[in-house]
């Protein structure tokens, strides 16, 4: 039985989290030896990149496997507080738009509708909630990728493997522990010499 997050950790505490997901099966979804489905690193790459300017919170880490993804980040809930209305409204709909293309590109809201939105403030009191919220930013993440990917296979089902795993870091040694440890990860799976040489990966980008 899964145990809930909330009985792992204390979310008021704000501990940095070590967060793992896996693709069905552990199949090589997101590339292979043969280069197969590699750019599908890349969509998540961009998507861990928007994500970071849309929800509250900081990544340390991260690194894009064959078939898993690692992520080391905290959630900054204070940082939400600080957001007007609008912001949250205009945060939300650019992750969650209203209206898609036929393709699965989405269509971005107009002024009026974020204004609308930015209004009701029981809707912005529970997005302002999910924008600094671990599970809402793994499900921002993973859910488009699975959508596309399935798209572009024609294919349905699942495409990651049940829930991710969350591990609490609970001090700067364990942080920089998990750090190198996701780190050095391509390596170990040789698909790197060195870490500057490895490709999405916050390592690279860092060095």
């Not at 997050?5 to 090589?28: E, G, M, Y």
């Not at 998507?47 to 340390?60: G, H, M, N, Q």
Request: hydrophobic share 45%; charged share 25%; proline share 5%.
């Amino acid at each position: 039985m899964a145990i809930a997050r909330t009985k792992l950790f204390d979310p008021v505490q704000n501990p940095w989290i070590h967060a793992i997901s896996r693709c069905v099966r552990r199949a090589h979804l997101c590339g292979g030896r043969d280069g197969t489905f590699d750019h599908r690193k890349d969509w998540m790459e961009e998507r861990l990149e928007l994500l970071t300017r849309v929800f509250a919170c900081e990544i340390a880490s991260y690194a894009v496997m064959s078939n898993h993804l690692h992520v080391v980040l905290r959630m900054c809930p204070a940082e939400v507080a600080t957001w007007s209305a609008d912001a949250v409204a205009r945060r939300w709909l650019s992750i969650f738009p209203r209206k898609y293309l036929s393709d699965g590109t989405p269509v971005l809201p107009d002024e009026a509708t974020i204004a609308r939105l930015a209004q009701d403030a029981a809707w912005v009191a529970l997005r302002r909630v999910r924008l600094a919220d671990l599970s809402w930013f793994m499900r921002s993440l993973k859910e488009p990728i699975a959508r596309r990917a399935n798209r572009e296979d024609g294919c349905t089902g699942a495409f990651w493997e049940g829930r991710f795993d969350s591990i609490p870091l609970l001090d700067q040694p364990a942080l920089m522990a998990c750090m190198a440890y996701v780190d050095l990860n391509p390596v170990r799976a040789r698909m790197a010499a060195t870490p500057e040489g490895s490709r999405h990966t916050a390592a690279r980008q860092r060095i």
